[in-house]
């Protein structure tokens, strides 16, 4: 679906340009009561939830939408695996938000490309 798309390689390239944000969070940075880890699990499930809301999709295209999520999910851990169990910032929080939104939006274009 998107996982071999051009459009998911260029995000993970968005995403490995901004790992610095992670790697080297500004000191003294006020942090949630929740990780890294947590943040993506729960911002990536919503966002896989309003897509399938959003679209009349078969029950073959939403397992196929959630075994994409579950690629990108693992795509994100082994890129942030040293920080998935730190508490983020709050710029941290904004970028995996949009991360997730930007994953949104290529679900999005591919299921309205294909009729969905």
Same mark, same amino acid.
């Given at each position: 679906?998107? /996982?071999?798309?051009?459009?998911?390689?260029?995000?993970?390239?968005?995403? $490995?340009? !901004?790992?610095?944000?992670?790697? !080297?969070?500004?000191?003294?940075?006020?942090?949630?009561?929740? $990780? &890294?880890?947590? %943040?993506?699990?729960?911002? =990536?499930?919503?966002? *896989?939830?309003? /897509?399938?809301?959003? !679209?009349? /999709?078969? %029950?073959?295209?939403?397992?196929? *939408? &959630?075994?994409?999520?579950?690629?990108?999910?693992?795509?994100?851990?082994? /890129?942030?695996?040293? &920080? =998935?169990? %730190?508490?983020? $910032?709050?710029?941290?929080?904004?970028?995996?938000?949009?991360? $997730?939104?930007? &994953?949104?939006?290529?679900?999005?274009?591919?299921?309205?490309?294909?009729?969905?």
């Amino acid at each position: 679906m998107i /996982v071999e798309s051009d459009g998911y390689i260029e995000l993970i390239q968005y995403l $490995t340009e !901004h790992l610095e944000m992670f790697e !080297h969070p500004s000191d003294g940075a006020e942090r949630a009561s929740f $990780t &890294v880890r947590e %943040q993506l699990e729960d911002s =990536l499930s919503d966002k *896989i939830m309003r /897509v399938s809301q959003q !679209h009349d /999709v078969s %029950q073959e295209l939403r397992f196929d *939408i &959630v075994r994409e999520a579950d690629a990108i999910l693992y795509d994100l851990e082994e /890129v942030l695996a040293s &920080v =998935l169990n %730190q508490q983020p $910032t709050p710029s941290q929080q904004t970028f995996i938000e949009e991360f $997730t939104g930007l &994953v949104k939006n290529l679900l999005d274009a591919r299921i309205s490309e294909a009729g969905g």
